[in-house]
Structures are given as C-alpha cells and as structure tokens.
C-alpha cells in the first residue's frame, strides 16, 4: 500500500509516495526550500508544490517542527509565530483539494514521525524499554517510546543546556553556523545526552536527522552516555515514512501498533454516539491523536 508522507522543515519541505509494506519511499523524494518567513499559507503553497508533483490523490500524512495537538499546531520555535494554536490540519486539508478532492491531510509532530518509522522499521524494531529518538536538524526532536508506544510532542530540544534551549547549542543547524568541528560538536552533543540521559535512562538512544548520513563522524567521539548509541537506519526520510504510517491509521481508524497494523483502543477510538469518550492516556496511545489530525 501507499500513501504520502510530507515533512516540513525550518530548511526544507519533502516528500514522497511511501510504500507502507517496505517502510520505504515508494519514488524518490521532492524537496523545495521552506518559505522565509514560514508563514501557514506560505508553508501550505509548498506542501501543495510537493504533493502536486506527483500527481498525488489521496491521503496526506505531514509533519510539523512543534507541537501538535487535534491537528492544531501549538508552538512554532522555528517557523513564524502565526502557526501557533492554527487549525494546521484544516489548512493543509483545505489546499490540497479538502476531504472531496481525497486528500485528507493528517498532522503530526515531526520528531513523532520519525520516531514512529525508527521503531517500526529502523533502528527500534523490537526494542523494548525506553527508547528516544533524537533527529538533530534545524532544531533537535526528540521521540520518546515506553515498550513500543509513543509519549507524544516532548521536545526535550528544549531542554535547559548551559542557559540555552538545548537546540540552540547543539542542533545540526549550529554546527553549520558555528562552523563547528566534528569533535566540538560531539562533545556538545555528549552533554546534552547525558542530561537527558539522567532524566529518562534510556536503553536506546536513535540519533537521525540530517546528521544520521555522517554518523561515523561523531558517534565515536561521543563518550561516557550508558546508553546504547545508534544511527538513524531510515536517515532523514524516516519523516516521511512516519507522517505516512499516520495517514494511514487514521485513515483505517487507530494509531498504528508496534506490528504495524492499526488498532483502535478505549485511549483512541471515536466515541460512539451517545457515549462519551475515554479518557486519554500518554502511554496507551502510541501516537497521541487519531481524531486529531483529521
């Protein structure tokens, strides 16, 4: 089956048909440079840009650099500030034909998606405990997985690092614009692992993003984490993958489960008429919506 994943990037805005039984671009990927300012509507052009080059008709899974709640996006730390508390799932919906035109759109965090297509398909298939996926980029997204499910929308980029925003001092983006070492930058990001390391003891630390393709560079250099320390196998279409594996539970009803059939639960079905819904719970909701991105 296929279905389309977009990621959207401070930098840049990518994607691809997904075949969902490989965990793979089905076609190679399409990128155009994310707008300055990355306004709603300027971002929303692009993803259309995307989508329309393929031809694509159907449903739309895309990502966001921030929170995301009921397809409402809440922060904005590196696009414009008009994203924040916007109907972003509505728009995007809207631009690309709406729900008649067959291309629903379902939104997601897009260190969730990654983190989703890691412990699918990559690095965190079969892992148990607690697992965080860290995608070093424009900012630093952080994935955090109990046993296969997902804790949605942590940010832990935004953790204090030296009276910093952690991501200010260690993302992909600061390397670039420091113009630092290989080893300079390892040892920035060793600290802020083991900060985050002490909160959280995780078994498995997966680190993807753009950085992931020159893993051989830095991981060696990283020391004292007692963590196990891996490479993103996805790399930076893991994005993609995810946004397109949540298009599809919620197209057939639930979040997707570690075997990666969709499920519905009491924490994430639609409540039938007359009836409330259930309470929603972090931990029995792997993905955090599915009502919610729609």
């Not at 997985?145 to 952690?166: C, I, K, S, W, Y």
């Not at 919506?289 to 729609?294: E, H, I, N, V, Y």
Request: glycine share 16%; aromatic share 6%; hydrophobic share 40%.
């Amino acid at each position: 089956m296929r279905v389309f994943g977009v990621d959207i990037g401070g930098t840049g805005i990518k994607g691809a048909p997904v075949d969902l039984e490989r965990g793979d671009l089905a076609d190679e990927r399409y990128k155009v440079l994310t707008p300055h300012p990355a306004t709603p509507e300027g971002v929303a052009d692009c993803v259309k840009q995307v989508v329309d080059h393929f031809g694509w008709s159907g449903p739309v899974g895309a990502t966001f650099p921030g929170v995301v709640t009921g397809g409402t996006t809440r922060t904005a730390a590196n696009v414009d500030k008009g994203w924040i508390d916007m109907d972003a799932a509505a728009l995007l919906t809207e631009r690309l034909g709406g729900e008649a035109g067959g291309s629903p759109v379902t939104l997601l965090n897009d260190a969730d998606a990654a983190g989703l297509a890691e412990m699918q398909f990559g690095a965190g298939r079969g892992r148990g405990g607690t697992v965080i996926v860290l995608t070093f980029g424009t900012g630093i997204g952080s994935a955090v997985f109990t046993d296969g499910r997902l804790v949605p929308n942590t940010e832990l980029g935004h953790l204090e690092l030296h009276g910093h925003d952690a991501e200010k001092r260690a993302s992909g983006k600061v390397k670039e614009d420091e113009e630092l070492s290989w080893q300079q930058w390892a040892h920035r990001v060793q600290k802020y692992l083991a900060h985050v390391e002490a909160l959280f003891s995780p078994g498995l630390f997966v680190i993807g993003g753009g950085v992931s393709r020159k893993a051989e560079k830095f991981l060696p250099l990283i020391e004292g984490i007692r963590a196990e320390i891996v490479p993103a196998q996805l790399q930076n279409n893991a994005g993609i993958v995810g946004a397109a594996m949540a298009a599809h539970a919620a197209r057939a009803g639930g979040p997707p489960e570690r075997g990666g059939s969709p499920a519905v639960s009491a924490a994430t079905a639609r409540p039938a008429a007359g009836r409330p819904a259930a309470a929603r719970s972090a931990v029995a909701s792997p993905v955090g919506w599915p009502d919610a991105g729609r």
